[in-house]
Each structure stands twice: as structure tokens, then as C-alpha cells.
């Protein structure tokens, strides 16, 4: 029970965790093996400056798409004076005007796009102020922990160096004296041999070592992948439609086309909201990492202990598998599942079905990932 109880700990024992002095050594060998963060800032940077290239594309097409509302315009003013002509319909102003309208969106599209994305950007500058506040802390949480299972583990190679020793000495003094000794001796020798046997076989860490930086490394890009799939989802969505909007536009103009246009900001809207939830839902997950980053603190804390490391409480650790609790990890996973939830969340504040379906494909996608990464870390 009482391993038990050390094991899983209580929701506030990780409160009491004091904090770790990291040198810049470690630090900066942190850094180059696991990146500068949670998210890697260049990949980060390389993603906010790809989405800002994608307004310089805007006219690709404009010119075709102004030659076809020409034609559009043509038509709907032959159907509209067909009408008047044969007494179907009155002259009516206002519905004559909406292909001049149409026809200015067109011609002044860079102006318009940026005034339909103005407040989507507002969202994302706010969430990206509150996620990167947060990850500073987390970062820093990141290095105290990491400094703290080196010293761990180097604990757990200082025993099971003293247990090889004592192995030697023991086998060299068994070789020579055993035929001497009386069987009282030998059972008290059992006694004593034995426990340094199983802790000799208990503390072989190295496998341990392996696994733990496996598992974390495979739940940390697992998270950093599903981040930038979703980045990386808007940039293209962004693109196309503000490539191949000017045709929306246009073909808007014809009455069996009227709600192409609607649509088309209805879809606009939703992928542009895509960074600003996203930068949301990175924010909360950051709120369960801090929880677990100073959770396994404490219980690192605790297994080094303020006078020395606890010998028994290492050997309860070393038992594990991997030199981790594992908090750590199934935080990672879940802030990985979560972001792709961002397209559908931008779908209920802006209803449209086209974006659900284009990223229902990356959905599917990320079920599978999830599901390897679940058999990955059962395994």
C-alpha cells in the first residue's frame, strides 16, 4: 500500500514542489536534443510567416475572375430584361445594383479579404499572447524536470554501482571461505546476499533509460505534429480560397449561383478562426501540462529526498519499467487529440459544412495516430 500511495499521490502533493536551480549547460544540451520548447519556436515562426505569404498570391486569378463577371453581368441583364420585356417582372433598382457590388468585391479583393479576416486576427493575437505566457513557465517546469530525472538516474547508477561491487566482493569472499563457514553462516549470508542480488537486478536502468526517452519523445512529436497539421490545414484552406475566391464572386452574380458568395465567407471566416482556437486549445492543454510537470517534480523531489535519496522509494521507482510517472506523457497525447477538435469548434461558431468535410479525411487521420500512439505506449 504504501508503494501504491507513493506511485499515484494525492491532487495537491505536487503543490510543495520547491524549485530547481538548472545551470545554462544543461539547459542549452536540453534545447538541442528536444528543441527550445513544447512547440519549437522556429517551426512556430516558419508557420506565422507562411501564413503571411499566402495575401501576396491573392492575384492570381483576378484578372480571369473579372473577365468572367463581365460575362455573368451580360447574362443576368439579359435575363433580367427578358423578363421585363415579356411582363413576368417589374423594373426593380436595388437587384440590378447587386452585380456592380459584386463586381467592386472583385475588384477591390486584397481590401476585402483583409477586412473579412480583421477580426479573426484579433482572436489569434489575444490566445497567442495567453499561450505564450504560459509557456515560459512551462518551459522552465520542462528543464526542472529533466534535470531532476538525470539526477534520478544517476542515483539509480551510483546503487547499482555499490551493488556490483558488493556482488564482486561477495562471490571472491563466497569462492574462498564457504567450504568453512557453518550452516547458520550460510543462511545468514543468504539473508544478506540475496536482497543485494535482487536490487543488483532490480537497478539495471539502462534499458529504462532507452524506453523513458523513447516514450517522451514519441508524445512529445506526436503533440508538435498535430499542431502543425493543423497550422499548416489553414494555410492551404487560406490559400485556396483566397486564390479561387474572385470565381465565388463571380458566379455569385448568376441567380442559380446567388449563395456561392455567403458561402464563401462563411468558409473564409471558419478556416481563418482555425490559429486563434487553436492557440486556445494550446493554452488549456498548457493548463493540464503545468499540472503534471509539477506533479512529477514533487515526486522527483521526493524520491531524491532532502537528505539523500530514499533507497527504498528508488526501488519502488526502478520497478516501473521507465524512469517516468508518466503524467508527463498522457498530456502530451491528450493536447495532441484535442487539436484536431479546432476544425470542428471553428464549424459551431461559424456554421459551414465544406470546411468539415475537407478536413474530415485529416480527422480520420488523426483516430489512427491516436490509436498507434495509445498501442505504442500500452507496448
Known amino acids: ?10 491532487a495537491g502533493f505536487f503543490m510543495q514542489s520547491n524549485p530547481v536551480q538548472v545551470p545554462d549547460s544543461f539547459k542549452d544540451t536540453f534545447n538541442f536534443l528536444q528543441g527550445n520548447g513544447v512547440y519549437e519556436e522556429g517551426m512556430m515562426h516558419f508557420l506565422k510567416q507562411m501564413k ?33 420585356i415579356s411582363g413576368d417582372k417589374r423594373l426593380e433598382i436595388m437587384p440590378l445594383l447587386r452585380p456592380f457590388g459584386l463586381a467592386m468585391v472583385i475588384l477591390w479583393w486584397p481590401v476585402f479579404t483583409r477586412v473579412v479576416a ?26 526542472q524536470r529533466a534535470k531532476l530525472m538525470v539526477e534520478v538516474a544517476d542515483e539509480l547508477l551510483k546503487v547499482q554501482a555499490e551493488t556490483e561491487v558488493a556482488s564482486k566482493e561477495a562471490d571472491s569472499w563466497y569462492e574462498h571461505a564457504w567450504e568453512s563457514v557453518k550452516s547458520s553462516v550460510k543462511e545468514g549470508f543468504s539473508q544478506v546476499w540475496n536482497p543485494v542480488v535482487e536490487m543488483r537486478n532490480r537497478l539495471q536502468i539502462g534499458l529504462q533509460l532507452l524506453a523513458t526517452s523513447l516514450l517522451e519523445t514519441l508524445a512529445i512529436w506526436i503533440l508538435r505534429i498535430s499542431v502543425y497539421v493543423i497550422f499548416i490545414m489553414q494555410i492551404i484552406f487560406s490559400t485556396i480560397l483566397i486564390i479561387l475566391g474572385p470565381f465565388s464572386v463571380a458566379a455569385s452574380i448568376l441567380p442559380m449561383f446567388r449563395d456561392s458568395f455567403s458561402t464563401w465567407i462563411a468558409r473564409f471566416v471558419s478556416v481563418n478562426l482555425y490559429s486563434g482556437i487553436g492557440f486556445l486549445v494550446m493554452y488549456v492543454a498548457s493548463l493540464f501540462q503545468h499540472y503534471a510537470l509539477e506533479a512529477e517534480i514533487s515526486r522527483y523531489q521526493e524520491l531524491l529526498g532532502p537528505s539523500g ?3 527504498e522509494k ?62 505504442a505506449m500500452g507496448g
Do not use: C
Not at 501504491?4 to 494525492?10: A, E, H, K, M, R
Not at 480583421?118 to 528543464?143: C, D, H, K, W
Open 314 to 375: 528508488l526501488g519502488w521507482f526502478a520497478a516501473n519499467g521507465v524512469l517516468s510517472f508518466g503524467m508527463v506523457i498522457i498530456t502530451f497525447i491528450i493536447g495532441a487529440l484535442t487539436m484536431f477538435t479546432v476544425p470542428s469548434i471553428s464549424t459551431w461558431i461559424v456554421s459551414t459544412s465544406g470546411v468539415s468535410s475537407a478536413a474530415s479525411a485529416m480527422g480520420s487521420g488523426a483516430s489512427r495516430m491516436g490509436n498507434m500512439a495509445t498501442q
Open 52 to 84: 503571411s505569404t499566402i495575401w501576396t498570391h491573392y492575384d492570381a486569378f483576378i484578372a480571369d475572375a473579372q473577365a468572367l463577371s463581365a460575362i455573368f453581368m451580360l447574362i443576368f441583364f439579359a435575363i433580367k430584361s427578358y423578363e421585363m
Open 118 to 143: 480583421y477580426p479573426e486576427e484579433v482572436v489569434e493575437v489575444r490566445t497567442a499572447a495567453l499561450f505564450e505566457g504560459s509557456q515560459q513557465n512551462i518551459n522552465s517546469l520542462r528543464m
Open 309 to 311: 535519496a530514499s533507497m
Open 1 to 10: 500500500m504504501q508503494t501504491i500511495s507513493f506511485l499515484t499521490g494525492t
